[in-house]
């Protein structure tokens, strides 16, 4: 027998405030119609405004229900992965963070900074902490808070207008069996050439002045994120179709296999591109994107509680793909069985 890593529980949470296209109609030069036609999202959940509530908090939550679901006391967790890009403070990491929130004064944590993707990186490594015996029941957690560090002027609004803030929680376990089940294969990747594409700049270690602070006009852009809508765009629909065919071909599997495919929610355009591209049923790609916008490393496992809430999967021998790809460039795939 082999030793597999399986899911035993998820949750999400998602906080109270919610911000509909016309609410940001209100804040910058936009509409409805405008964001609908280009992203296809309709509303996302903020922080409550003036509320100090960061990623770890969010994640807590988030983590309680994936432990009840789970069966597991915070103390039975051997190891914490916490992917965000928007930790609660500079450092430490919110892995740390989260930890003394669980009760918990020794167990192992660490943060995983691959923004978009960092659910899929996350799920990787677990996956290989329990196959090497190092760890064998995880929590991963994807947890954003984007919402106080957008530019929610008409300057900033094609990105303003894409992120939600959210978490989720997934409880993975080790186990020995002869069965084809929990993780199959994945792939990942990371080109660093495009980091210019999509990034927040400052505050920066690498300027003399990491707060840059006397800056004025324009020039405080640069503390938000910014994007090159176009590249990411066609980079997104070129990379996801090819690591999809190296994620199969290590499982010795086709898409005909797949039940359900999980794309990262970062636009419902890139996910319908990829969709027709790779000829996959509508039915068989889950979006949620069109209610909680992008929650970056929060968006898979999100989609993943929902998707077994309502159902969707979760019996035995269903398989699944996560797929993602997002700033970095990175990008990747995960084929799991339940």
Known sequence: ?????????????????????????????????????????????????????????????????????????????????????????????????????????????????????????????????????????????????????????TRGR?????????????????????????????????DGKGADALMTELPASRLPDRMALGLEGDETARYYPVMNGKSVFKTAVKKLPLVTKEVLEKAGMTIDDIDLVFPHQANLRINQAYQQFMKIDEAKIFNNIQKYGNTTAASIPIALDEALEQNLVGKNGDTVMFIGFGAGFTWGSVLYRF
């Open 1 to 153: 027998m082999a030793k597999k890593t399986v899911i035993k529980g998820t949750g999400r949470a998602l906080p109270s405030r919610l911000v509909t296209n016309n609410d940001l109609a209100g804040m910058m030069d936009t509409s409805d119609e405008w964001i609908q036609q280009r992203t296809g999202i309709k509303q996302r959940y903020w922080i409550p405004e003036g509320q100090t509530m960061g990623a770890s908090d969010l994640g807590l939550e988030a983590s309680c229900k994936a432990l009840e679901k789970a069966g597991w006391k915070p103390e039975d967790i051997d190891f914490i992965i916490f992917a965000t890009l928007s930790p609660d403070i500079f450092f430490p990491g919110s892995g740390c963070l989260l930890q003394a929130k669980l009760g918990l004064d020794s167990t192992p944590a660490i943060d995983i900074r691959q923004q978009c993707t960092g659910f899929l990186y996350s799920l990787a490594t677990a996956d290989a902490y329990i196959k090497s015996g190092l760890a064998n029941k995880i929590l991963i957690v994807g947890a954003e808070v984007h919402s106080t560090g957008l530019d929610k002027t």
């Open 158 to 190: 094609d990105v303003a207008v894409l992120f939600g803030d959210g978490a989720g929680a997934v409880c993975v376990e080790g186990v020995e069996t002869d069965e084809n089940i929990g993780v199959l294969a994945s792939a990942l990747h990371a």
